[in-house]
């Protein structure tokens, strides 16, 4: 199993940047895909962007392409989403989840990730 715990949100002007952390238990991290999702209010939770095991391939929702960028330190068994250019629509609670049945490609469905945090709130304003 993998335990994992966002950070990095918060409040920022629209235009402004945050850099969201999601730091992984255990050894096997390498062994995990990653993705990065949110939840607005009364909205379901959505894909924002994932990665696969080794960094090499990584997949974005349309809205957020050119301006998120995900990565992952498996030394430090963490991932990243740096995110650039925010706008008020970008408001939601973050969650990063792990997937281990396909590690090597990446997925959008959230029903393939099998752990997931608790989430960081981001609030961007106009």
């Known amino acids: 199993q993998v335990q994992l715990v966002e950070s990095g949100g918060g409040l920022v002007q629209a235009g402004g940047s945050l850099r969201l952390s999601c730091a992984a238990s255990g050894r096997t991290f390498r062994n995990y895909a990653m993705g990065w999702f949110r939840q607005a209010p009364g909205q379901e939770r959505e894909f924002v962007a994932a990665i696969n095991w080794s960094g090499g391939l990584t997949r974005y929702q349309d809205s957020v392409k050119g301006r998120f960028t995900i990565s992952r330190d498996n030394a430090k068994t963490t991932a990243y989403l740096q995110m650039n250019s925010l706008k008020p629509e970008d408001t939601a609670l973050y969650y990063c989840?792990?997937?281990?049945?396909?590690?090597?490609?990446?997925?959008?469905?959230?029903?393939?990730?099998?752990?997931w945090g608790q989430g960081t709130q981001v609030t961007v304003s106009s």
């Open positions: 989840a792990a997937d281990s049945t396909h590690p090597i490609i990446v997925t959008m469905s959230r029903y393939d990730y099998d752990y």
